[in-house]
């Protein structure tokens, strides 16, 4: 059962951090799609990626553990080509919690990179920048703020992360028991419900962490992004 | 040598302009929605035209026949806005080498100190652009431009967002660069008196078309482009060169080709070059010489052209040796004085029409 709480803990905060690591390279992608071309096809992606934020998680759960599980197509061919596997390990919990944040993250990405005056990415084309070296040197670092918002956004949702979690990878100690499954296994066991307050106590700490740093930290980048 | 001749449709608005020229600073004048920043875009290759060339100093950045469209980056061209779009993010000092950096080696003439220097940046390296004031950022925005090397500076109305003040201080520096650096300048206005004190050869657009292209003071002084050069704004510039100073009354004597003026003291050297835009309502005529008034300048000449316009008031150029002057006067007093085309006239002057405003350095 629950005993290692730091084990719980820092299982959650290794979940979250890879959850929130390797997306941010894709949202940042689909945010200034979305924000800066016009394709077609454009309001159904956009759907898609929102998807998550309205479907129960238990859908997406189920989903991915079609897509991939041991049997699941996308599954069978990342374990055959590149041994990766997701089921029933901590990597699924990360790929679940990172699916369910995404549409947070992009959101908060969009909207900042939308609020960029474009002449400045025009001006500093006239001064000889290519498009990605202005995409790098103008456009992202102006997008700070949301990028900050975006992944701690993310990265709390992601330590919250349950349903699709434990549809996915079910509640494995040591492996898939992050916190929330943690306590929802407490408070099903006669007697647990001290350790389960604690937790729940650990989890609402937490949070407000990650909210206070994202706070601070799109205060700092906003002093340079913001005009008197 | 600037070259263009292109035609681009956007929306509904359709832009059409040909000119070639060659001047330290060429001014684009027109009212808003003449096309000045079409003009514009298509030069920084924001935009593409339909059809035509844009060629700076022989190299094709534009050429539809040739199939040459130059990305921005590569054009070199030095692109001052309206507002200074400096980027928030970098200190004054990054602002200024951003371009620095992306141009060639080889190519890095213009260097960072003496730009510095030039427009009196000392001060604010450090800083960033939120701490700056209006015209402090539009020099910045000059300085950063001019860094990254380009063979043309395009300047679309800098001035727009500044008060008097700022404007003064910020014309005085391009003065400055034109003559120091010898790039080539493209001036965008839509200010007579910018475009008056700073240009040599002026471009007028009006409804997305170049209507006239040569000196400021032929075309600006064409009485038939007044519909688009402005009723009010009317006038002649006189190109001069700095005489004497007569520092107890102060005033300044200057000579142009024609005669002397006397105006108000100005901030310039004996034999510095000026010029004295003399607007068309402040000119009165004479057919003989007056005696005994309050007007210090009475200028000899003879009648250029004469306006046919309806209502009250007339226009009448009138020439005064090499340059000309248009005045501007009631259609009783024409017809009072008798005057016609080719009679001697004196055109007068009150020196204190002359503010500092309208002398420009040369």
Same mark, same amino acid.
């Given at each position: 059962?629950?005993?290692?709480?730091?084990?719980?803990?820092?299982?959650?905060?290794?979940?979250?951090?890879?959850?929130?690591?390797?997306?941010?390279?894709?949202?940042?992608?689909?945010?200034?799609?979305?924000?800066?071309?016009?394709?077609?096809?454009?309001?159904?992606?956009?759907?898609?990626?929102?998807?998550?934020?309205?479907?129960?998680?238990?859908?997406?759960?189920?989903?991915?553990?079609?897509?991939?599980?041991?049997?699941?197509?996308?599954?069978?061919?990342?374990?055959?080509?590149?041994?990766?596997?997701?089921?029933?390990?901590?990597?699924?919990? &990360?790929?679940? $919690?990172? =699916?369910?944040?995404?549409?947070?993250?992009?959101? +908060?990405? %969009? !909207? *900042?990179?939308? #609020? @960029?005056?474009?002449?400045?990415?025009?001006?500093?084309?006239?001064?000889?920048?290519?498009?990605?070296?202005?995409?790098?040197?103008?456009?992202?670092?102006?997008?700070?703020?949301?990028?900050?918002?975006?992944?701690?956004?993310?990265?709390?949702?992601?330590?919250?992360?349950?349903?699709?979690?434990?549809?996915?990878?079910?509640?494995?100690?040591?492996?898939?028991?992050?916190?929330?499954? &943690?306590?929802? $296994?407490? =408070?099903?066991?006669?007697?647990?419900?001290?350790? +389960?307050? %604690? !937790? *729940?106590?650990? #989890? @609402?700490?937490?949070?407000?962490?990650?909210?206070?740093?994202?706070?601070?930290?799109?205060?700092?980048?906003?002093?340079?992004?913001?005009?008197? | 040598?600037?070259?263009?001749?292109?035609?681009?449709?956007?929306?509904?608005?359709?832009?059409?302009?040909?000119?070639?020229?060659?001047?330290p600073i060429?001014g684009?004048f027109?009212?808003?929605?003449?096309?000045?920043?079409?003009?514009?875009?298509?030069?920084?290759?924001?935009?593409?035209?339909?059809?035509?060339?844009?060629?700076?100093?022989?190299?094709?950045?534009?050429?539809?026949?040739?199939?040459?469209?130059?990305?921005?980056?590569?054009?070199?061209?030095?692109?001052?806005?309206?507002?200074?779009?400096?980027?928030?993010?970098?200190?004054?000092?990054?602002?200024?080498?951003?371009?620095?950096?992306?141009?060639?080696?080889?190519?890095?003439?213009?260097?960072?100190?003496?730009?510095?220097?030039?427009?009196?940046?000392?001060?604010?390296?450090?800083?960033?652009?939120?701490?700056?004031?209006?015209?402090?950022?539009?020099?910045?925005?000059?300085?950063?431009?001019?860094?990254?090397?380009?063979?043309?500076?395009?300047m679309?109305?800098p001035l727009?967002?500044?008060?008097v003040?700022?404007q003064n201080e910020v014309l005085r520096y391009i003065e400055q660069?034109r003559d120091?650096?010898?790039?080539?300048i493209?001036y965008?206005s839509h200010s007579v008196g910018e475009i008056t004190r700073l240009a040599d050869?002026v471009?007028?657009?009006?409804?997305?078309?170049?209507?006239?292209?040569?000196?400021v003071d032929?075309?600006m002084?064409?009485?038939?482009?007044?519909?688009?050069?402005?009723?009010?704004e009317?006038g002649a510039v006189i190109e001069a060169?700095?005489?004497?100073?007569?520092?107890?009354?102060?005033?300044?004597?200057?000579?142009?080709?024609?005669?002397?003026?006397?105006?108000?003291?100005v901030e310039a050297?004996?034999?510095?070059r000026v010029r004295v835009r003399i607007r068309?309502?402040?000119?009165?005529?004479?057919?003989?010489?007056?005696?005994?008034?309050?007007?210090?300048?009475?200028?000899?000449?003879?009648?250029?052209?004469?306006?046919?316009?309806?209502?009250?008031?007339?226009?009448?150029?009138?020439?005064?040796?090499?340059?000309?002057?248009?005045?501007?006067?009631?259609?009783?007093?024409?017809?009072?004085?008798?005057?016609?085309?080719?009679?001697?006239?004196?055109?007068?002057?009150?020196?204190?029409?002359i503010d500092r405003r309208s002398v420009g350095y040369a």
């Amino acid at each position: 059962m629950a005993s290692d709480e730091a084990g719980i803990i820092l299982l959650s905060l290794k979940v979250a951090t890879a959850s929130v690591v390797f997306s941010v390279p894709a949202a940042i992608f689909f945010a200034y799609a979305l924000a800066r071309w016009n394709f077609p096809g454009k309001t159904l992606l956009d759907a898609l990626l929102h998807l998550p934020l309205v479907l129960p998680p238990v859908v997406v759960g189920f989903s991915l553990l079609l897509l991939f599980g041991k049997q699941g197509f996308l599954g069978r061919w990342l374990d055959d080509w590149f041994g990766i596997v997701f089921a029933f390990r901590w990597t699924g919990a &990360a790929l679940a $919690s990172a =699916i369910m944040g995404f549409p947070l993250m992009v959101r +908060a990405i %969009r !909207l *900042s990179i939308t #609020a @960029i005056d474009r002449r400045l990415e025009t001006v500093a084309r006239t001064l000889g920048g290519s498009r990605l070296w202005v995409f790098t040197s103008v456009t992202l670092p102006l997008a700070l703020p949301g990028v900050v918002t975006g992944v701690l956004l993310s990265f709390a949702r992601s330590l919250g992360e349950f349903g699709a979690t434990i549809t996915f990878v079910s509640n494995i100690p040591g492996e898939t028991e992050t916190l929330p499954l &943690a306590i929802y $296994s407490l =408070i099903q066991t006669p007697g647990g419900d001290a350790q +389960a307050l %604690r !937790l *729940s106590g650990i #989890a @609402i700490v937490l949070s407000i962490v990650a909210l206070a740093v994202s706070e601070w930290l799109t205060r700092r980048s906003q002093k340079f992004v913001a005009r008197p | 040598m600037i070259d263009v001749d292109i035609e681009q449709r956007l929306g509904s608005f359709e832009l059409s302009v040909s000119f070639r020229a060659e001047a330290p600073i060429l001014g684009l004048f027109g009212r808003s929605g003449s096309g000045k920043t079409s003009l514009v875009n298509a030069f920084a290759g924001v935009s593409r035209p339909q059809r035509g060339h844009i060629v700076v100093n022989g190299e094709a950045l534009f050429d539809s026949d040739g199939g040459v469209d130059l990305p921005p980056e590569r054009r070199r061209l030095g692109y001052v806005f309206q507002d200074d779009l400096l980027f928030p993010h970098l200190s004054v000092e990054a602002n200024l080498l951003y371009g620095f950096h992306r141009a060639p080696p080889a190519a890095r003439a213009i260097e960072p100190g003496h730009i510095v220097e030039l427009l009196g940046l000392e001060r604010l390296l450090r800083r960033f652009p939120a701490a700056l004031s209006g015209g402090e950022r539009q020099r910045v925005a000059i300085g950063r431009a001019l860094l990254a090397q380009p063979r043309l500076l395009l300047m679309d109305e800098p001035l727009a967002s500044l008060d008097v003040l700022r404007q003064n201080e910020v014309l005085r520096y391009i003065e400055q660069l034109r003559d120091d650096l010898h790039i080539p300048i493209v001036y965008v206005s839509h200010s007579v008196g910018e475009i008056t004190r700073l240009a040599d050869i002026v471009v007028l657009l009006a409804d997305g078309k170049s209507l006239a292209v040569g000196d400021v003071d032929d075309v600006m002084g064409r009485l038939e482009l007044r519909p688009h050069t402005g009723r009010y704004e009317a006038g002649a510039v006189i190109e001069a060169t700095v005489a004497s100073h007569d520092l107890t009354d102060g005033l300044a004597t200057l000579k142009f080709q024609g005669g002397e003026l006397v105006v108000p003291s100005v901030e310039a050297l004996i034999g510095e070059r000026v010029r004295v835009r003399i607007r068309a309502r402040d000119v009165a005529l004479a057919t003989e010489p007056p005696r005994r008034v309050s007007v210090l300048n009475i200028l000899k000449g003879s009648v250029a052209a004469i306006a046919r316009e309806e209502g009250p008031i007339v226009d009448i150029r009138v020439r005064v040796g090499q340059a000309s002057l248009i005045a501007r006067i009631t259609r009783r007093s024409r017809a009072e004085l008798g005057l016609e085309q080719g009679m001697e006239v004196y055109a007068l002057l009150k020196a204190v029409s002359i503010d500092r405003r309208s002398v420009g350095y040369a």
